[in-house]
């Protein structure tokens, strides 16, 4: 039986999946090829993703492809109560809730691989997680997954590194398709959609402090700039701090922007970012957004014991009082901003990152002889992918000629 807020709220997600759909066309030439193909047939595959409606056509597409889908959230506040509900329609098993607590949202995730997965998605790790743990028994059927998150990709590489990897997958993040558009772009527009719309506050003059230059922060970063703000960039790498300089941006460490910075966007996948001794000498005002996968780049819990009060200003915003009278806005529960506080990356966007996927959990099904590791999206794959774009975009580009290719040993 799924779990899902209230099928009456149908109609506004298939609003939400129709309208997407018209704007993700190399998904649905995909959709037509599963049609007739059928890869998925008699296979089941499990997903934990952002639960919205660009992953729920993504869901469809399998489920054309002749899969049993099973579908969960990867963030409590990034399901669409909506979607999830329509979702349902589709004959797609969904177990998802908006704000979902911890214990709930574990229950979901657990009641998604229970369906003993053939292939599944995973974003952020979760899966792989439990799979390595509680719920090991139910990756028995398991053949691989796909994983689509800088922070999933470092903790499936630490446990590929320690020997600890007990299934195979495949790094979509890394992928060009991937990371050069829906992290630099994706991120990039939809951190200040969700931003702008919660807060209704402009971004030109302000101090924006961008923690982090892979790319998701060159993109929030790049936009930033773009709309009229004063960037400033925090890094750890001194490669991708040199780039910020040369790319235009101010580089200081996180202790001498935090007293600078009116909206501070973390961005770097790692945890205790902003913490105490910044909360200290921040602006009265200042806004506080996190773009990475989890909520632990802005210490929230040292936020919360440094206030004397606290709470909800508006929808998405909690309002930290400090004792001298400052007040920090906490934006999204300190939550992936984008997607907790907005609708996720564009349609576009998107339209190459499913299109990765679907094609990627097909060449799982299809691919005999795999390890155990994390393999890269095949390079025939990638650039498919990268023609289909540009063929739905009308764009025309040059061949090699058969020289050309030898002289280049290009095969």
């Known amino acids: 039986m799924n779990i899902i807020r209230s099928h009456d709220l149908a109609p506004s997600g298939h609003a939400k999946i129709n309208w997407v759909k018209s704007y993700m066309p190399v ?3 995909i959709e037509e090829e599963f049609r007739k193909t059928q890869p998925f047939a008699g296979k089941r595959i499990a997903m934990s993703i952002h639960l919205e409606a660009k992953t729920a056509y993504l869901a469809t597409v399998l489920k054309a492809g002749g899969a049993d889908v099973y579908s969960t959230g990867c963030n409590p506040l990034s399901t669409q109560d909506d979607v999830a509900a329509a979702l349902t329609d589709y004959g797609v098993h ?41 719920c090991a028994p139910l990756g028995d059927r398991l053949i691989g997954g796909c994983e689509e998150t800088t922070t999933g990709i470092h903790r499936l590489k630490q446990r590929e590194a320690e020997g600890r990897l007990n299934y195979t997958m495949i790094n979509i993040n890394d992928a060009d398709c991937k990371h050069l558009f829906d992290n630099r772009y994706g991120t990039g527009q939809s951190t200040l959609d969700a931003i702008m719309n919660t807060t209704n506050l402009v971004i030109a003059g302000k101090k924006a402090v961008v923690a982090g230059y892979g790319w ?20 750890v790498d001194p490669v991708k701090a040199l780039e910020a300089v040369m790319d235009g941006f101010t580089v200081m460490t996180m202790d001498e922007a935090a007293p600078l910075g009116d909206l501070f966007i973390t961005a770097t996948g790692c945890k205790d970012v902003i913490v105490k001794r910044h909360f200290e000498v921040m602006k009265d005002g200042v806004l506080l957004a996190n ?54 990356h564009p349609a576009e966007i998107m339209d190459m990152s499913f299109a990765l996927q679907a094609k990627c959990l097909e060449h799982l099904v299809k691919t005999e002889g795999l390890q155990h590791r994390l393999y890269p999206v095949p390079v025939e794959t990638d650039r498919r992918v990268a023609t289909m774009k540009l063929e739905k975009m009308r764009v025309s580009i040059d061949c090699l000629t058969e020289e050309q290719a030898k002289y280049l040993f290009v095969g």
């Not at 229970?114 to 743990?133: A, K, Q, R, T």
């Open 291 to 344: 773009s990475g996968h989890f909520n632990v780049e802005i210490n929230e819990t040292e936020l919360s014991a440094l206030a004397v009060s606290h709470g909800e200003r508006k929808p998405s915003i909690e309002g930290y009082v400090m004792a001298d009278g400052r007040t920090l806005n906490l934006l999204a529960e300190g939550r992936l901003v984008n997607l907790a506080a907005g609708n996720g």
């Open 94 to 134: 969904v177990y998802a809730i908006h704000g979902a607590d911890e214990k709930t949202y574990v229950e979901h995730l657990t009641k998604t691989l229970s369906c003993h997965p053939d292939v599944m998605i995973d974003d952020g790790g979760d899966f792989i997680e439990l799979l390595h743990g509680a």
């Open 216 to 235: 998701c922060g060159k993109g929030i970063a790049r936009r930033l700039a773009g709309m009229g703000a004063v960037v400033i960039v925090t890094e």
């Open 27 to 29: 998904l649905n030439a």
